[in-house]
């Protein structure tokens, strides 16, 4: 069984202050895929990263960065001086490494709001 | 470049009535197609994935079932729609095999009364 856990429920920061958001995750597989998605308002899911269970480098894109821990089972994600455009649910995810499809598993989401 | 379309984006269904949704992808072949629900609170639910024309995976055993007459065509159904149905559906695809990135649909906002 998979579980991903995001605590943090609702997140709120004043723009230009930099926030994080966790993830923990769960699997008895040896090899997984590691998500998030980003849920503006409107409701569509935007991809924003993926990463393989063989690779624990950090990765930085622009404000965001991603911290993937497997010692400690946790895919944090970074947000540097954030701005009100951030502001939405995000979700991190996991699946196994399957022949055919993906069957991902979602944490509940992290309600980010910044504030001007 | 792919995109994916789902309609309606919007239904408001009286209880006990029928439910169609669609979705449908464009640019790509051979998708591996998926449904999933989010309910009010945020998770998002798995209900069913396709990794073929005809080839449909339940997730959870429930009021609804999906089916893929086309390859980029993937609808979700119910005879008789329950209160706890209400939600948002959201399709998604990916291509190839093993593990590879979903990407999501504009997603469907049904209510049932």
């Known amino acids: 069984a998979q579980k991903v856990t995001q605590a943090q429920t609702e997140i709120s920061v004043v723009e230009k202050e930099d926030v994080t958001l966790d993830c923990v995750y769960e699997t008895r597989d040896t090899t997984y895929y590691l998500f998030w998605y980003k849920q503006p308002p409107s409701g569509e899911l935007v991809f924003l990263i993926r990463r393989n269970s063989f690779d624990e480098q950090n990765e930085i894109s622009g404000r965001y960065s991603w911290n993937f821990q497997k010692s400690t089972s946790s895919f944090n994600f970074t947000i540097t001086a954030s701005q009100v455009v951030d502001s939405a649910v995000y979700f991190c995810a996991l699946t196994p490494w399957e022949t055919s499809g993906s069957r991902l598993t979602f944490g509940e989401g992290t309600q980010l709001t910044v504030n001007p | 470049s792919q995109t994916i379309h789902q309609w309606p984006a919007t239904l408001v269904q009286p209880v006990g009535s029928p439910l169609s949704l669609e979705c449908t992808v464009e640019?790509?072949?051979?998708?591996?197609l998926y449904w999933y629900r989010q309910a009010a609170g945020r998770g998002l639910q798995l209900l069913f994935y396709s990794v073929g024309i005809g080839q449909i995976s339940s997730e959870v055993p429930q009021n609804l079932s999906a089916s893929r007459p086309q390859d980029r065509q993937f609808i979700l159904s119910s005879k008789k729609l329950l209160l706890s149905d209400s939600g948002f559906y959201l399709c998604a695809w990916s291509i190839g095999t093993g593990t590879l990135t979903q990407y999501f649909g504009p997603g469907t906002r049904l209510l049932v009364l």
């Open positions: 640019g790509t072949s051979n998708p591996n």
